[in-house]
């Protein structure tokens, strides 16, 4: 039985080396196919008509004009009478055509009657939201109103986050295509292939083995992709209506309007600390939206335990597309709500928050001494101390310039995985799962450990992924990945390995525990001359290939949880105009053993990034009046572009003490920090505390009517 | 989208002979970056659509000293930033154009279309209509979100901004537009080439329907500094929240006459004679700049949401005279 574990440092021929991603070449050439480009011999489109009002009752559905128009393949009701539909963009009649225009027109023939019912769509301002409110039991812990009486400072504030989407490049949507009455295939774009599948059937009343989901590339999914969705089985439906294979892919405004949501979170928070600047007490009356379900509580305060606590969180439920897992579920708006704070409380004692955190890190528990060194690393990174200034930018003219900072964690344990290895008597190698590359680089992840295990370059390996005919791997969601396929892989690899070992010890004349697979070579441990080269030995397998199968979880420490990371933003506001400005942001963060650091660190670069958009830009604005969306386009649904990301700093925490808690998730932690680091940057430049985001020019402009440099 | 009929005319008489006597049942396709999402998004429906961009005498920018810069209306907007004489002649004009969205649309979209493009207030573009009325026939902007709108000739029905990024600054360099209709052609001074709509059948521009855009002509501009400013919070691919477009014209050191014309803040290009008085016979500071800005937005009245679109639009006065009076570059 193999001992499963990491090589060590100074044997690693590819883990921890930077390696390109694998797939690079296909996605820059095009010759990449996602859902998008999925083209089925006879293909039909699918669409779908929504409902106009953000909560109404169907009263009546009449198809008869879209099911007479030329090329009309299939119309299906969805939602029929009676149906209280919750949201704008909720679904009610399904259509299929020759062509995508033909069903646009289709749906525009669809005559729906609805009763109007109430709506509400704005949380910001709990005391308005009247029955929507759902409180949840107040948490005490301590004593939180003795911390407070005889606390040195108290600061009190009101911070929040709005509801925004996911915005995955590539839409949801799937190609559904029946083999016969009983058997379906599926393209789906999704976050979880093996997990799909069985959904479908699920819900289709299917046996769990007639459908087979299919996907080699992902557009994105950031925790939104991973049901069918009612569209997803609509389609199937529509498929087995018309006899064809149907297309149905969401257009941007339903997109950004019904397929997944961050909820919004907002806090009237109340800190404290003595004199010194130690913190002791923490008070927040905090609520939010996540749809008609409510949506859920962020952990706040959040890293940070002080002693002496008093929570209450209230659960709006409103009439906007629900909730779905938006990279780092709660943590974004918990970080944000209560790093805001903590800088507040800093700026009130006169203290460097840096100062502050490093004073207090003993309440950050268990990891506190790796977030020391990580503040200490990203201070580094940014000249913080030359750089750093209190409250308010003294220097003349508009531009101001502020320092803010904030830390995270995650969990990131490693998901169940089925890996299989294949080795051919020609010498190549096979690595077999059903997982998928989001665009995360699992497929590159999986090449490099099996090559490293096999003592061959990563062009040997022959990938398989994105079936659910091969052994099923988890769904990507909450940093489960890679933890969970390097695993396994590795433990395939090695299973395998061990097996053409014995193959081919007694051609070498030695047992096979004394062999190691090196630098395309299976040789002899200590005596490296003596080996085979990796053809010579496949070949002694004569006709049959070798396959070992490798599972996670499994023996041997290869991966465990929980990681933390520190980021630093340097800013600069137009205190005229309220235009803020990135200039800088660095980044610190530890997640174990390290595959490939170019692509952890293209993880990281990637969420701060989308920090960027989130603190700067995006916003579900919701209409007073008529409960839609207002911009559900890439027009006022805004992004960063290239100019609005400024200089970005990454440093990977590495070396033994992290390499021995084995591979940890990566893809949603470095997403937490930047909100709170920016909002506390710009605090810091201009004097005063920007509540909410995004940092608008409205919202900075308003703050500054208050006070600050201006 | 609706079938339509396709119609590409090759001159300008044929063009205005295909197009309907009334707003809708045609509509003009030049770059089609406007044209092709609004038919998208059934926000217009038309029967015919009457391609132009095979009407050679709507191509061509021209330039001399004597009778400056003749824009045609298919004048692609790369072509004018690339315009060696127009860079160094008209500096508020380019900067405009720099300023518009992307290198796709810089190469695709036109002069002519960038002066008729549709608004891009978000309950039109969300099928409210053009004046966005509520079943009572209340103004959705009035109540609602309306950060984008117009702090400017907001009194109604109208609360939508015009959204064309070189009309600022072809009106205070002086812009006159040549139309052509059945009757033959017209000219226009490019202020007067904008309107307020009263209901939803109007359009936003004085072109009748069955009128096109033949060109734009500039006067000289050998003895004035212009400049535009634009707010902007993204860099790119993103409109201005406001814009002001500054002509100087000066001697030595003093201005003699100026023209400040806002975009983005009413439903036409806003002119701001309150900020020319201020400016008129004085020599440019900071605090003059200022006082121009202040005078700019002294009529504007912010709806809920855009009070900060009045302090943009000082600023953006401010910054335009001070850039315009440094040469404008």
Request: include cysteine; charge should be neutral.
């Amino acid at each position: 039985m193999a001992e499963y574990k990491w090589p060590e440092a100074g044997k690693r021929a590819l883990i921890g080396k930077r390696t390109n991603r694998v797939d690079g070449p296909a996605k820059v050439s095009g010759s990449a196919k996602y859902t998008y480009d999925v083209k089925r011999p006879g293909m039909l489109y699918g669409k779908i008509l929504r409902c106009p009002h953000a909560h109404a009752r169907i009263v009546s559905i009449d198809t008869s004009e879209a099911e007479k128009l030329l090329g009309v393949k299939a119309v299906r009701i969805i939602q029929g009478p009676g149906t209280e539909i919750q949201w704008a963009g909720d679904e009610v009649v399904g259509v299929a055509a020759v062509e995508e225009t033909i069903a646009e027109d289709a749906l525009r023939k669809i005559k729906v009657q609805y009763e109007k019912l109430p709506h509400l769509v704005h949380e910001e301002e709990l005391e308005k939201v009247g029955d929507r409110a759902k409180p949840a039991a107040e948490q005490v812990s301590g004593d939180p109103d003795s911390a407070f009486k005889e606390a040195g400072v108290v600061v009190e504030g009101y911070y929040g986050l709005p509801v925004i989407t996911h915005c995955a490049l590539e839409a949801h949507g799937c190609v559904a295509e029946w083999e016969d009455e009983q058997n379906l295939t599926v393209w789906p774009s999704t976050q979880g292939v093996a997990r799909v599948a069985g959904q479908f059937a699920e819900t289709l009343g299917l046996p769990a083995g007639n459908v087979r989901a299919l996907m080699q590339y992902v557009g994105g999914g950031f925790g939104a992709k991973f049901s069918p969705d009612r569209w997803g089985v609509e389609t199937a439906r529509l498929a087995k209506q018309a006899g064809k294979p149907v297309k149905l892919m969401l257009e941007r405004a339903p997109e950004l309007m019904v397929a997944g949501a961050r909820p919004s979170a907002f806090a009237r928070i109340k800190v404290a600390a003595t004199k010194d600047g130690t913190f002791t007490a923490w008070q927040s009356e905090s609520w939010g939206t996540g749809g008609i379900g409510g949506g859920g509580s962020p952990p706040i305060p959040y890293v940070w335990n002080p002693p002496h606590q008093r929570k209450r969180h209230t659960a709006i439920a409103a009439n906007i597309g629900s909730a779905r897992a938006w990279r780092a579920p709660n943590h974004p708006q918990a970080c944000f709500l209560t790093m805001c704070a903590i800088e507040d409380l800093a700026a009130a004692l006169k203290m460097d928050p840096l100062e502050f955190c490093l004073k207090n890190i003993a309440l950050t528990g268990e990891r506190s001494e790796i977030y020391r060194q990580e503040l200490i690393q990203c201070a580094e990174l940014m000249d913080w101390k030359k750089k750093w200034h209190p409250r308010g930018d003294p220097s003349v003219g508009p531009i101001k310039r502020g320092l803010g900072l904030a830390i995270h964690t995650w969990g990131g344990r490693a998901h169940d995985s089925e890996c299989r290895a294949t080795i051919h008597p020609d010498g190549s190698v096979e690595v077999s799962l059903c997982t998928q590359d989001l665009g995360t680089g699992t497929r590159t992840v999986v090449a490099i450990v099996a090559a490293e295990t096999f003592g061959l370059p990563v062009d040997a390996i022959k990938l398989n992924v994105g079936d659910t005919r091969l052994p099923p791997s988890g769904g990507s969601g909450g940093s489960t990945t890679v933890g969970g396929v390097s695993s396994s892989t590795r433990r395939a690899a090695q299973n395998a390995l061990e097996q053409l070992f014995a193959k081919v010890a007694p051609d070498l004349g030695v047992a096979p525990e004394q062999l190691e697979a090196a630098g395309g070579t299976i040789r002899v441990k200590g005596n490296p001359s003596k080996n085979l080269t990796w053809k010579q030995a496949a070949a002694k397998l004569g006709v049959t290939p070798i396959h070992a199968t490798g599972k996670n979880p499994g023996p041997g420490n290869l991966n465990s949880s929980g990681v933390g990371g520190v980021q630093m933003a340097d800013v600069s506001v137009d205190v005229e105009t309220g235009v803020v400005k990135i200039n800088k942001m660095a980044a610190v963060q530890d997640c174990g053993l390290i595959i490939d650091p170019k692509l952890a660190e293209s993880q990281v670069y990637g969420a701060m990034i989308m920090g960027i958009c989130y603190s700067l830009f995006e916003e579900k604005v919701m209409d007073r009046a008529t409960g839609r969306m207002l911009n559900p386009n890439m027009e006022f649904y805004k992004l960063a572009g290239m100019a609005d990301i400024g200089e970005l700093v990454v440093q990977m925490v590495t070396g033994p003490e992290h390499d021995s808690r084995g591979v940890i998730g990566l893809g949603e932690p470095p997403v937490i920090s930047p909100g709170p680091a920016i909002g506390n940057a710009v605090a810091n430049a201009i004097g005063v505390r920007v509540p909410t985001l995004p940092l608008t020019p409205e919202r900075v402009l308003a703050a500054l009517e208050k006070g600050g440099v201006a | 989208m609706d079938a339509f009929e396709y119609a590409s005319p090759t001159t300008k008489e044929q063009a205005v002979a295909l197009l309907a006597g009334e707003w809708g049942s045609t509509e003009l396709l030049a770059g089609g970056t406007d044209l092709l999402s609004l038919m998208k998004d059934y926000l217009v429906t038309p029967k015919r659509v009457v391609n132009i961009k095979s009407v050679q005498e709507l191509k061509g920018l021209r330039y001399t000293a004597g009778s400056g810069l003749r824009l045609g209306a298919l004048v692609t907007i790369a072509e004018l930033v690339e315009h060696p004489q127009a860079r160094k002649e008209y500096p508020a004009l380019i900067q405009a154009a720099e300023g518009i969205a992307s290198p796709q649309i810089r190469s695709l979209g036109t002069v002519g279309g960038d002066l008729c493009q549709r608004p891009r207030c978000w309950y039109f573009r969300n099928g409210f209509g053009l004046l966005a009325k509520d079943e009572q026939g209340g103004s959705l902007v009035a109540d609602g979100d309306n950060r984008y709108h117009a702090i400017l000739g907001n009194s109604g029905p109208a609360y939508f901004v015009n959204p064309s990024s070189l009309a600022p600054a072809l009106i205070a360099l002086g812009a006159k537009v040549q139309l052509f209709g059945p009757g033959g052609a017209r000219e226009l001074s490019l202020d007067r080439f904008f309107v307020i709509p009263k209901t939803e059948q109007d359009r936003e521009y004085a072109l009748k329907p069955n009128e096109i855009l033949l060109e734009v002509l500039v006067p000289p501009a050998t003895k004035v500094r212009s400049a535009t400013y634009e707010v902007r919070q993204k860099e790119a691919l993103d409109w201005p929240l406001v814009a002001a477009a500054v002509a100087l014209n000066l001697d030595g050191n003093k201005i003699r006459t100026a023209r400040v014309v806002l975009g983005h803040v009413a439903p036409i290009p806003w002119k701001a004679p309150e900020a020319e008085k201020v400016l008129a016979g004085k020599t440019v500071t900071e605090d003059l700049a200022a006082e121009a800005g202040q005078a700019a937005v002294s009529q504007a009245s912010p709806l809920s949401r855009n009070a900060y679109k009045v302090q943009l639009a000082r600023v953006a006065v401010k910054r335009a005279v001070l850039q315009a009076a440094q040469g404008g570059v």
